[in-house]
């Protein structure tokens, strides 16, 4: 069964309407906050940083490392390297774990 997502365009008009901001403003500081274009965005720059972004009773962004490892082709059987590599991680926190509980 499928779930009905929010998507980008329906954050934006809660935004707006909560706040009180015009669709422009809301746009801007949703795109200011979750940008993920190199440079952009204060969650993934800080992450690139290696701080860890703690939003209280929301949750915890930070990244975790993956060591080097082997695998395999799952088309041909051949055994190859997989490098290392960071990875960014999310832990949500005990206000909306106990929401979504219910």
Known sequence: MAR???TKSDLVKALAKETGLT???AKAAIDALFA???GKGIIAKALDAG???????F?????????????RN??????????????AA??????????VRK
């Open 36 to 38: 993920t274009e190199p």
């Open 23 to 25: 669709l422009k403003q």
């Open 74 to 87: 799952p088309a041909t059987g051949a055994t190859i390297r997989i490098p290392a590599a960071h990875y």
């Open 51 to 57: 701080k860890v972004v703690r939003i209280p009773g």
């Open 4 to 6: 009905k997502g929010l």
């Open 59 to 71: 949750g915890v962004f930070y990244t975790r490392k993956r060591g080097p490892r082997t695998g």
């Open 90 to 99: 999310c832990r949500p926190g005990k206000g909306l774990r106990e929401r």
